[in-house]
């Protein structure tokens, strides 16, 4: 059975950084893709950064230059490495793992951005 749990969100202030984990319970690589969603309030979920199998990433223009997806096939981890955060990426980040058209997702994380 998949699982997903994300961890790492939190209070940080504007212009400071923040690591996202998100620990699977199966090995990574089964995966076609994984990455990070998130959701703002009012707003609908959108696409941050994804990675596939072979190791492709992309990114929301949004977040591009600021925010890097990893990953770790030995401890089955995905990282979001979020840099020079801002209000606006304040949301719930959840992680997501696809297979052919299977969907998988993590419970989520709030990240709030503030002063």
């Known amino acids: 059975q998949v699982q997903l749990v994300e961890s790492g969100g939190g209070l940080v202030q504007p212009g400071m950084a923040r690591l996202l984990s998100c620990a699977s319970s199966?090995?990574?690589?089964?995966?076609?893709?994984m990455g990070w969603y998130r959701q703002a309030p009012g707003k609908q979920r959108e696409l941050v950064a994804e990675?596939?199998?072979?190791?492709?990433?992309s990114y929301a223009d949004s977040v591009k230059g600021r925010f890097t997806i990893s990953r770790d096939g030995t401890t089955k981890m995905v990282y979001l490495q979020m840099t020079e955060l801002q209000p606006e990426d304040m949301a719930v980040y959840y992680c997501?793992?696809?297979?052919?058209?299977?969907?998988?997702w993590g419970q989520g994380t709030q990240v709030t951005v503030s002063s």
């Open positions: 997501y793992a696809k297979i052919l058209r299977d969907d998988y």
């Open positions: 199966v090995n990574i690589f089964e995966f076609n893709s």
């Open positions: 990675i596939t199998v072979g190791g492709t990433t």
